[in-house]
């Protein structure tokens, strides 16, 4: 006969009265997972912000038009210097072969994008209660930069994306399954659980687990599952496609922890790590051995045109300094000898650190220790070459760190609203409705700014092009000198330069060509055409902004062919 046990069960389960809940334990009595439609309604709104703000009117940048001549028949392909990746314009492809339409093209990324933004927080539904993966993906898709690169040719979303998703997917790949010694019953717990004991459960196994240490008794760790692994290694491989060298500072924070913490150590997760960042870089390295006497290099060219790649205390002040004055809405600055309009527009920035460590404060009271130190950890690491290693800045370098640090601070804000009194939490939510209103106010004005002077530039890129068209500056035809790059897209003619970053012809071949076909030299302010090119009619040009007294020196083939009917 057995020994009368203590009583278990249901019953039990009933009588026992309910446990006093503290903040920290109803912060994190949110259970993660939920449905998707919490990030599909985020990727929802941030797609037709961009449909409504951004698209209409909008026009190719200079960068844009080097990938988009890559696979548009609308001009011959502009030089891709040695920095460049192609795959942003693996994206733009199925669009400029059928049409060049740039509205059309708008549209067809703003869609895309908004498709990646919602397969980005796929994997968090996972890790973090649904209104905080919400929360982190509106928080990113409402800055002016991620509304602004959504529709453009241009990489550096894609990254931030990618590295997103692969975050994410690395922490479920690397989440620990308890299983009881009979194998029933399951308990998921690298750092979360789903349940309203949720801050104690992660406490004593998850947050046990994911520090390293042993795990209890009778538990035993379960290999990554496929998918996690298949969404790691994807994420991985198009981050490494739009930007090789994002892919290898988001790589190195995932290896060191899955090498750094015992139960993230799986041997399949280290392969997929390596394994995507080779099959998306096999691209760039390739058409480095065959286009740029190979990799090495290749790598040595990219740093020269990014100004030579560095660790100075000099660069670090500068970086640092550039990109707070470029959050006015400037796509570049460099140089960055601008005055400091608008210091509002920087007050996030310099909010985002403290932010981040009230995330980490945060993550750590309600059990999401491991889901807000490494997406912390993966920023710092991405944004180390473009804060510490370059002399310039542009804001959307900085937009896969963004992307990544607006996880913790969601976890901050959500456990802010939830930890508080009742009498407290109508106050908590007022202060922090009225600072996002803020916030989002002064990222909508500076989209709005920065639409308008993109719109402006279209307008005289087109009418530069027409004047260029009346001259006898006609596809074939060349352009070469000062902002020949997107100007000889708009008219259909190839772009060459003999000097610069994009030095790709001699004197000699210029002079050869301008013999063969229309060609136009392009000066602005107190420059000068080349000895051979000072006899030739010159023609005014619409200026474009910040460039002055623009004009073009046209060959005699091109004063031939615009006697011509067209």
């Known amino acids: ?29 949110l259970p993660a997972g939920g449905s998707v439609l919490w990030p599909a309604a985020v990727a929802a709104a941030f797609t037709a912000c961009q449909l409504l703000l951004v698209v209409p009117g909008t026009g190719l940048g200079w960068d844009e038009t080097v990938y988009v001549s890559q696979v548009s028949p609308q001009a011959p392909a502009a030089f891709f210097s040695a920095p460049r990746a192609r795959g942003v314009t693996f994206l733009a492809a199925p669009v400029t072969a059928l049409t060049d339409s740039v509205t059309v093209l708008r549209t067809w990324l703003a869609l895309l994008s908004g498709a990646g933004l919602l397969l980005a927080l796929l994997p968090w539904r996972r890790l973090l209660p649904a209104p905080v993966t919400a929360l982190a993906g509106a928080l990113f898709a409402s800055l002016w930069i991620t509304l602004f690169y959504g529709p ?44 309203t004991d949720r801050a104690d459960t992660a406490d004593r196994a998850g947050t046990a687990a994911a520090a390293g240490r042993p795990l209890p008794p009778g538990r035993r760790r379960s290999r990554p599952g496929r998918a996690d692994l298949a969404g790691l290694g994807a994420a991985v491989a198009v981050v490494a496609l739009m930007r090789p ?13 899955a090498l750094a913490v ?9 392969v997929v790590l390596v394994g995507g960042l080779l099959l998306g870089g096999a691209e760039w390295a390739v058409e480095a051995q065959l286009r740029y006497g190979g990799l090495f290099t290749r790598l040595e060219r990219a740093s020269e045109i990014q100004g030579g790649i560095g660790l100075t205390a000099d660069l670090a002040r500068t970086a640092f300094d550039d990109q707070v004055r470029a959050l006015e809405g400037r796509a570049l600055c460099r140089p960055c000898d601008v005055p400091w309009r608008y210091p509002t527009t920087a007050l996030w920035w310099f909010a985002l650190p403290l932010l981040t460590v009230g995330g980490l404060v945060a993550g750590a009271r309600t059990g999401l220790r491991a889901e807000t130190r490494l997406p912390v950890l993966a920023a710092g690491s991405l944004a180390v070459p473009y804060l510490l290693l370059i002399d310039y800045a542009a804001p959307r370098f900085l937009l896969p760190s963004y992307a990544l640090l607006a996880v913790p601070v969601a976890v901050l804000v959500t456990a802010a609203a939830t930890a508080a009194g009742p009498r407290l939490r109508p106050v908590v939510a007022a ?7 803020g916030h989002l106010a002064v990222q909508f004005a500076v989209l709005d700014r920065a639409v308008e002077r993109n719109r402006a530039t279209r307008q005289t890129n087109e009418r530069i092009a027409a004047a260029l068209h009346d001259r006898g500056v006609r596809p074939p035809c060349t352009l070469t000198g000062q902002h020949a790059v997107p100007l000889a897209f708009h008219t259909g003619c190839a772009s060459r330069q003999d000097g610069g970053h994009d030095g790709s012809i001699t004197d000699a071949g210029l002079r050869a060509l301008a013999r063969a076909e229309p060609l136009a030299v392009l000066v602005a302010g107190d420059h000068s055409p080349p000895g051979w090119a ?5 023609q005014p040009l619409p200026d474009l ?5 623009l004009r073009a020196h046209l060959s005699p083939t091109a004063v031939e062919a615009a006697s011509r009917p067209r």
């Open 1 to 29: 006969m057995q020994a009368a046990g203590p009583p278990s069960g249901p019953a039990v389960a009933q009588a026992r009265p309910a446990r006093r809940t503290d903040p920290r334990a109803r912060a994190a009595a």
């Open 152 to 195: 453009q040719v241009m990489p550096n979303l894609w990254v931030a994306l990618g590295s997103l998703a692969a975050v994410g997917c690395f922490l479920n790949a690397v989440r620990v399954a308890e299983r009881t010694p009979d194998g029933t019953g399951t308990a998921e717990t690298a750092g979360t659980a789903g349940t």
């Open 245 to 257: 060298s994002d892919a290898v500072w988001l790589v190195l924070p995932l290896a060191a922890a």
């Open 262 to 270: 015992r139960p993230w150590r799986h041997a399949a997760v280290l």
């Open 431 to 437: 202060v922090t409705a009225l600072v996002l209103a």
């Open 534 to 538: 000072r006899d030739w009619p010159v």
């Open 545 to 549: 902004p910040g460039v002055p007294d």
